[in-house]
């Protein structure tokens, strides 16, 4: 599985960005390694920034995505591509991937 975190800064101990379109980094981590590529967000500043992002995070072949807000636009991007969308998360990376992954495990006990 490969996470997409959009942070404030390049390691796993910033934190979850507040405005998907506008974070500055793109974290694409391995959760059971914790092995990470930094991809700085090239659209922070653009117009539509949040479609660019959700294009982009699409195009990096990520299975989940990891942010504070996204706008309606964003999430159905992602979603209709098959990406799993946890939002309305805080703290830093790492915190969020494994209480992430802990929520995925737990309803897939649940689900089966």
Avoid: C, W
Wanted: glycine share 10%; net charge negative.
């Amino acid at each position: 599985m490969r996470i997409g975190v959009l942070s404030e800064g390049d390691t796993l101990e910033s934190f979850v960005a507040e405005d998907f379109g506008h974070a500055p980094y793109f974290l694409i981590v391995d959760p059971e390694t914790l092995d990470y590529q930094v991809v700085s967000n090239e659209f922070v500043g653009a117009e539509g920034a949040g479609m660019k992002v959700a294009d982009a995070i699409i195009a990096l072949k990520v299975d989940a995505v990891i942010t504070g807000g996204i706008g309606p636009h964003g999430y159905e991007a992602l979603t209709a591509a098959g990406i799993k969308v946890s939002f309305d998360e805080e703290g830093t990376a790492e915190d969020s991937i494994r209480d992430f992954m802990r929520r995925l495990e737990r309803q897939k006990r649940f689900s089966d």
